[in-house]
């Protein structure tokens, strides 16, 4: 006789999670509240599942994909400094390079203007005046010099000046000074006589580099007369450069005083005043100052009956 078998449920844990046992509804009210939902080993898990109305979470990014992108974030800001600072390098030379330009077309044009105007013929020399002439004719100078009429003043030529201006003895020295538009001035030093020397039947009136200012037949009036060896055939000897340097150094107007001045040596000068009184003048050194105390000498024995002065040594000085 066979016994009934009760019937019984799946044999196996995983058929019992297939087909779980619905509670009731009071219970499934409180399990939803208490129990977690435990879902069947084969069910797939929620952030693997490819419905699209589920939204996945963004996955973790790892430590060496931050490094990696921090790298390139900073080689992208390295790039972009880089470009910015060749812009702004080139800004700046584009900038300085067009301010020199610009500076030297305009020196090239002011040079070619300035050229221009004083090539052109608004420029050129119309007028020459002489100055500072007193025993030269000035209009012997001026006519000398009026091959330069004409030229535009930068183109004068100043080595014929020169040659001309050579002709004349009585210059010492000169300037040449070009006035725009068109006038020229030079300025003469004229040589200044210290005193004569006698040559042949006449006399010579000589400068103190012994060039002859003027020759005439009778002794020049207000001038010594000069003796010194070889006066009249060498005036650059020694002793008429000693006897000169004296008398250049007296003031203009003790020059006059003096009737003779006579130089033995370039150390032994002496002179004889127009009142008939000998000075013993020795070297010409301390020129300024012996002709300073010669004169206060004279000046403090005017009619004392003095017949010599001795100021070889001007700081103790002798009155005879």
């Keep these: 006789?066979?016994?009934p078998q009760a019937t019984r449920g799946p044999?196996?844990?995983?058929?019992?999670?297939?087909?779980?046992?619905?509670?009731?509804?009071?219970?499934?009210?409180?399990?939803?509240?208490?129990?977690?939902?435990v879902l069947p080993d084969s069910a797939p898990e929620p952030h693997r599942r490819s419905d699209p109305g589920l939204t996945q979470p963004a996955p973790v990014p790892s430590r060496g994909r931050s490094a990696a992108a921090?790298?390139?974030?900073?080689?992208?800001?390295?790039?972009?400094?880089?470009?910015?600072e060749v812009r702004r390098f080139t800004r700046r030379s584009r900038r300085r390079r067009t301010a020199w330009l610009s500076s030297l077309v305009a020196l090239a044009t002011v040079l070619v203007l300035v050229v221009a105007v004083?090539?052109?013929?608004?420029?050129?020399?119309?007028?020459?005046?002489?100055?500072?002439?007193?025993?030269?004719?000035?209009?012997?100078?001026?006519a000398s010099l009026d091959g330069q009429l004409g030229r535009p003043l930068p183109l004068i030529d100043f080595g014929a000046v020169r040659h001309q201006l050579a002709g004349f003895p009585l210059i010492?020295?000169?300037?040449?000074?070009s006035h725009?538009?068109?006038?020229?001035?030079?300025?003469?030093?004229?040589?200044?006589?210290?005193?004569?020397?006698?040559r042949g039947a006449g006399f010579a009136l000589l400068d103190p580099a012994g060039v002859t200012v003027a020759v005439s037949s009778e002794p020049p009036v207000g001038y010594p007369k000069i003796h010194a060896a070889?006066?009249?055939?060498?005036?650059?000897?020694?002793?008429?450069?000693?006897?000169?340097?004296?008398?250049?150094?007296?003031?203009?107007?003790?020059?006059?005083?003096?009737?003779?001045?006579t130089a033995s040596t370039k150390d032994d000068v002496s002179l004889v005043l127009t009142g008939g009184q000998d000075v013993i003048w020795?070297?010409?050194?301390?020129?300024?100052?012996k002709a300073t105390v010669l004169s206060k000498l004279i000046a403090a024995t005017q009619g004392q009956g003095v017949t010599r002065y001795d100021v070889s040594s001007p700081t103790s000085a002798v009155v005879y």
């Excluded at 058929?15 to 129990?35: K, L, V, Y």
């Excluded at 538009?181 to 004229?190: F, K, L, Q």
């Excluded at 020795?282 to 100052?289: D, E, F, R, S, Y």
């Design 11 to 37: 044999d196996n844990i995983q058929d019992r999670a297939r087909t779980p046992i619905e509670p009731s509804t009071e219970a499934r009210g409180m399990d939803a509240i208490t129990q977690p939902i």
């Design 282 to 289: 020795g070297g010409p050194g301390q020129a300024q100052l």
């Design 118 to 142: 004083a090539l052109s013929p608004l420029m050129a020399l119309r007028t020459i005046r002489v100055e500072g002439t007193n025993r030269l004719d000035a209009k012997a100078v001026t």
């Design 230 to 261: 070889g006066a009249t055939a060498a005036p650059s000897s020694a002793s008429f450069a000693a006897a000169a340097a004296v008398l250049a150094a007296l003031p203009a107007d003790f020059l006059g005083q003096v009737a003779e001045a």
């Design 172 to 177: 010492r020295s000169y300037t040449v000074e």
């Design 1 to 3: 006789m066979k016994r």
């Design 70 to 84: 921090a790298l390139r974030r900073a080689a992208r800001q390295r790039r972009r400094f880089e470009r910015t």
């Design 180 to 198: 725009p538009p068109g006038t020229m001035i030079v300025r003469i030093r004229e040589r200044q006589p210290i005193g004569f020397v006698e």
